[in-house]
């Protein structure tokens, strides 16, 4: 039995009872923004709850769900029991039932018990109720024993204490391997509380859930929830990585990446403000057992791809954030070891002051100085009585970490042509880019304004705010760009462009990048002008690929292949369409050789016992000045799917939006 078999015998059996079943993977409710994230299975449907929704009044429909649940915040935070709970996860399914308007307890006790009993042996289960639930304990006398029935004053439920609904309980309990483990709670809930003043309902309604994971755990004899054989493959790659890390390490790692791609799969994007927040300090958290143990991001979350809902995607928001990471330790270490810190008995204290400095100025948040400190043992906060977030909060101390709302915020303030975001990723992950793909021949119009935003780790040497000289771009040698700002805004590079002329892009055309003197050693705003060009032109990125990499690429950057819908082009269509666009006298060359030395700087994320399989290296040069276009290792005679080489090796795939791909190839 696995989590699959059982979230199936759990929408057939609810189904099977009048129950409408669904699946619900997105961790938040866009109908509820009360909460940051569901943290229960009520909380994906708490909108049909609403007593003063009139929509609601005549809804007589039952519902059971498997909801994807997240308790990293607020009430339910489970983040601190991570590592030494057998039982506690950040993030889990909820299976649940629900009676939202009018609630039938004894069909919701007969079902759920009956459902457990299909998987649960009898004998070991027992129930808690609260002493003043007569009205549970009448059901369950029914069933069961009155020797299999105990009071416990703490089963009761509440929103909060201000505002929301409120109920006793009744859990259905397990012995197993001497513990007791709660498999099902069901709340009754009878009372309403605004203001404060409880009030009785009409009618009671029905709020029931058990933990998968639990359940499954149990039914498969597991020790703990993360004993489960999902997670065999990437405990193998963690111990066979560092046998150095403690079990409670594995499971954070374990759980804390799976969260964050439940956040990543629900579209959340890292921010400094909300769930976005929330994201970003759980991958803080990750990111220091990534640095004690030098994890290899890439091999532990392609060795959980099967399990995860949004392996690309997490991958690549991981590697982006851990760069940013990795940027912020080195100014955390550089600034805790100047004149600035205080250093007694060989510890290095850290004043308010410097708690301020190094959030407000430096951009490295009290969160991760917090656990820095716990992780480097001869740092120590002083006054760690003080709430330095409310010290920081109440005296306007914003920490300089990019926060992509506020960036689109400014672009809209400052009217600035909003036409489509298109997201791509190259080698220094350069591009959040607005422009217009719509048309079949790209249109630049005179005075059209776009706006790149690069995130490399590149930080100006002057506050943020600063602005810079002007840089141009030479088309058909006419001047057609115009750097009209390089912001640093919270240490991020926005460039500003502006169109001078109105022209359209011509396969023949060849560009020219002029950067002024300010911008000559600077290679992220080199590499930011090449993507303006290569996106700006994507109707005709064949061309673009090779004007660029004969002028730039070899020196800055990777080249970005957009294919649409098609995952994969082969390298003889790749071939026949290059020929095509830029008319030029091609060939291809193929060679035979050793995996490992096809991808020697890569051989760290290879098994060792590939290193003998032989690969085809496809190759694509320009036959009249032998300058290489296009580099590819390709499938040879070996039996391993090239997914999983694109996975792996120095090519990234990322998923840009549900429609396109973006495949970036390195040409050096």
């Not at 601190?80 to 609630?103: Q, R």
């Not at 369950?140 to 024993?145: F, G």
Request: net charge neutral.
């Amino acid at each position: 039995m696995n989590k699959k078999n059982i979230i199936k015998s759990f929408i057939d059996f609810f189904s099977s009872k009048g129950y409408i079943s669904s699946i619900n993977n997105n961790v938040f409710n866009n109908l509820s923004q009360d909460i940051l994230f569901n943290n229960s299975g009520i909380a994906g449907l708490f909108h049909y709850f609403d007593q003063n929704n009139v929509l609601n009044l005549n809804n007589k429909n039952i519902y059971a769900t498997v909801q994807k649940c997240v308790r990293i915040s607020g009430k339910h935070n489970d983040i601190n029991e991570i590592g030494d709970s057998k039982t506690h996860a950040t993030s889990f399914y909820m299976l649940g039932t629900f009676m939202p308007i009018v609630g039938d307890l004894q069909k919701t006790i007969i079902d759920i018990y009956s459902f457990l009993k299909l998987f649960l042996e009898e004998k070991n289960m027992y129930i808690t109720i609260h002493p003043e639930c007569q009205r549970a304990l009448e059901v369950w006398l029914k069933l069961i024993p009155r020797s299999k029935i105990r009071y416990d004053i703490s089963n009761t439920w509440q929103m909060s204490n201000q505002y929301g609904y409120k109920g006793y309980c009744t859990e259905i309990m397990y012995n197993y391997l001497g513990c007791e483990v709660e498999v099902w709670n069901i709340v009754i809930i009878d009372k309403f509380i605004e203001n404060g003043i409880e009030t009785d309902l009409d009618h009671i309604k029905i709020d029931t859930g058990g933990g998968l994971e639990r359940l499954n755990m149990i039914l498969n004899d597991d020790d703990s929830i993360y004993d489960d054989e999902s997670f065999w493959s990437v405990f193998s790659v963690l111990a066979h990585h560092n046998d150095s890390i403690l079990s409670r390490e594995k499971n954070i790692i374990i759980d804390h990446i799976m969260t964050i791609d439940a956040i990543v799969f629900s579209n959340i994007h890292v921010s400094n403000v909300g769930r976005g927040y929330i994201l970003r300090k759980l991958m803080r958290r990750l990111f220091l057992y990534f640095y004690k143990y030098n994890l290899q991001i890439e091999k532990i979350v392609y060795s959980m791809n099967n399990i995860l809902l949004s392996p690309l995607d997490t991958m690549s928001i991981l590697f982006d954030e851990y760069a940013l990471f990795i940027n912020l330790i080195s100014v955390f270490q550089k600034y805790i070891n100047s004149k600035k810190v205080q250093v007694i008995n060989n510890k290095k204290i850290l004043t308010v002051e410097n708690i301020v400095y190094l959030h407000g100025t430096l951009g490295v948040s009290y969160y991760l100085v917090e656990l820095l400190s716990i992780n480097e043992k001869d740092i120590v906060i002083e006054n760690k009585n003080v709430d330095y977030y409310d010290l920081l909060k109440e005296n306007n101390v914003v920490s300089n970490k990019y926060n992509f709302s506020h960036i689109i915020q400014y672009i809209e303030k400052n009217s600035f042509s909003q036409k489509e975001f298109n997201y791509d990723i190259m080698s220094q992950n350069t591009g959040l880019i607005i422009f217009n793909n719509e048309k079949q021949v790209f249109q630049c119009n005179i005075n059209d304004e776009y706006y790149v935003l690069n995130v490399d780790n590149f930080v100006y040497p002057t506050s943020g705010g600063q602005e810079y000289d002007r840089g141009t771009v030479i088309f058909n040698n006419q001047k057609v760009f115009s750097i009209t700002n390089v912001i640093n805004y919270n240490n991020i590079n926005i460039i500003f462009v502006k169109c001078l002329l109105s022209f359209s892009f011509e396969s023949s055309s060849s560009f020219l990048l002029q950067v002024d003197e300010h911008y000559r050693e600077v290679h992220s705003i080199n590499h930011t002008l090449t993507h303006i060009i290569g996106t700006i032109c994507q109707k005709y990125f064949f061309n673009t690929i090779h004007q660029i990499s004969s002028k730039i690429c070899y020196n800055c950057c990777k080249i970005s292949f957009y294919f649409g819908n098609e995952f994969l082009l082969t390298s003889e269509k790749l071939l026949y369409l290059l020929k095509k666009e830029i008319s030029k006298n091609l060939i291809l060359k193929r060679r035979k050789m050793y995996f490992y030395d096809a991808v020697k700087n890569n051989y760290k994320y290879l098994n060792k016992e590939n290193y003998k399989i032989f690969v085809n290296v496809v190759e694509i040069y320009d036959k009249d000045t032998n300058q290489l276009l296009f580099k590819d290792i390709c499938g040879g005679t070996h039996s391993v799917n090239f997914k999983d080489y694109i996975k792996s090796l120095q090519l990234t795939v990322l998923k840009i939006n549900k429609h396109a791909y973006s495949i970036n190839y390195g040409i050096k």
